[in-house]
């Protein structure tokens, strides 16, 4: 058991029979009544959102989360097959419980794949990926120093917003978390 007071980004709680990762908290300490934790957290099976208020000192169960590095090999239908580069294990998951991952996955990528107890609940990807853009607009000479941006559709089938200078077959930096353009690489 861990103390909400104890809470920390990134880590793995069960409440209600769930399993969930703490995205965000808050310690508040009204003028008047009782402190508490204000949170907002990931559920790991469902990849929902939730906001939720815990009374300061209350007790919530630590899930034991284990990553295990796994290489994403292909898509097989509406599944995904990873390697486990050590005992060479294959898993499928289903498209629908890593739709979101499936933006930065390429073939032969190393990424995490998240487990508690034997359930496997996802993928966790690197925070930043090197993409290659499939389509864009030609870049116009002059434009650079608008600092105006253009769509980009990324080998992955990801759109997003990146600078005019950029064209089709440029590798680019791509940040995870927030779905967009770092760099080129």
């Known amino acids: 058991m861990i103390s909400v007071n104890d809470f920390k980004t990134g880590l793995t709680i069960e409440v209600d029979g769930d399993i969930w990762r703490v995205m965000e908290f808050q310690h508040v300490k ?11 957290l990931r559920n790991l099976r469902s990849g929902n959102v939730n906001e939720k208020t815990f009374r300061a000192g209350e007790k919530v169960a630590k899930a034991q989360i284990d ?43 190393e990424v995490h794949v998240i487990q508690y107890k034997e359930e496997v609940l996802g993928v966790e990807v690197p925070s930043t990926v090197v993409l290659e853009v499939a389509e864009t607009e030609p870049g116009i000479k002059g434009d650079t120093a608008s600092g105006g941006s253009k769509p980009a559709k990324l080998e992955t089938g990801l759109t997003v ?13 791509i940040n995870t978390e927030e779905g967009e353009y770092v760099s080129r690489a």
Do not use: C
Not at 70 to 82: E, K, R, T
Not at 161 to 173: A, R, S
């Open 30 to 40: 009204p003028g008047k009544g009782a402190a508490f934790v204000r949170s907002k």
């Open 67 to 109: 990553n295990k590095r796994m290489q994403y090999l292909y898509a097989n239908g509406d599944d995904h097959v990873f390697m486990d580069n050590e005992s060479f294990e294959q898993i499928e998951l289903p498209t629908k419980q890593i739709e979101e991952e499936l933006n930065y996955l390429k073939e032969n990528m």
């Open 161 to 173: 917003q990146v600078p005019f200078f950029i064209n089709i077959g440029d590798k680019l930096i």
